[in-house]
Nanobody, 127 residues
Framework: VQLVESGGGSVQDGGSLRLSCVAS????????MGWFRQPPGKERGGVAA????????QYADSVKGGFTISRDGAKNTVYLQMNNLKPEDTGMYYC?????????????????????WGQGTQVTVSS
């Protein structure tokens, strides 16, 4: 299984970025997909998740209202639209695939339940 992220970069405070994650067709249609981030010197934590079909999403409280996760089944791609970015959003962002049973049980933003990880893409927000 491969998860390939892109779209990271450096922006100013208040800027926007859109991250993309391309997965294999089987992964995209079978697993919950999500984004995690790891700030410098801190642990990796869940940011947002989208269930199979795209109808249900979950967000960490810190990003609600600013980030939007979505998935395009035809392209096997998951997106994370990040608006009004702040310096505290800086970190390595990882795409993740999780078995549906764990998402349904409420663990979609818990790193210990992730089945597959992407290699990560860096997001840097400067003030």
């Amino acid at each position: 299984v491969q998860l390939v992220e892109s779209g990271g970069g450096s922006v100013q405070d208040g800027g926007s970025l859109r991250l993309s994650c391309v997965a294999s067709a089987y992964t995209s249609s079978t697993y919950c997909m999500g984004w995690f981030r790891q700030p410098p010197g801190k642990e990796r934590g869940g940011v947002a998740a989208v269930f199979v079909g795209g109808g249900r999403t979950q967000y960490a409280d810190s990003v609600k209202g600013g980030f939007t996760i979505s998935r395009d089944g035809a392209k096997n791609t998951v997106y994370l639209q990040m608006n009004n970015l702040k310096p505290e959003d800086t970190g390595m962002y990882y795409c993740a695939a999780q078995e549906t049973r764990y998402c349904s049980a409420g663990y979609s933003l818990y790193r210990n339940y992730v089945r597959y990880w992407g290699q990560g893409t860096q997001v840097t927000v400067s003030s």
